[in-house]
């Protein structure tokens, strides 16, 4: 789980929006509390998500040492997941 700059700030970012959520909640201030809570969990939760999914190619290796991926699923699933980005793009 190499951590990169993007999700690190991300994830640094929702950690400040949670913290100003909780201090405008303690002091009772209803407008920048709605704004920090409305902004923290969204990047929060993907800050968190980003910082912990695993790394792609050390997926790939341990999958394959374990014998539960070939090289022609390997390339079917790459071929998959560059069709469903293109289509991505296109909306």
Request: contains cysteine; aromatic residues 10%; glycine residues 6%.
């Amino acid at each position: 789980m190499p951590w990169s700059t993007r999700d690190g700030t991300i994830f640094a970012v929702g950690a400040m929006f949670t913290a100003s959520a909780v201090v405008a909640f303690k002091r009772k201030a209803t407008t920048p509390f709605k704004i920090a809570y409305f902004f923290a969990w969204p990047t929060l939760g993907s800050g968190t998500i980003l910082l912990m999914q695993p790394d792609r190619d050390a997926l790939e290796k341990k999958l394959r040492s374990k014998g539960m991926i070939d090289d022609a699923s390997m390339d079917e699933a790459r071929r998959l997941r560059a069709a469903q980005m293109e289509a991505l793009r296109k909306c």
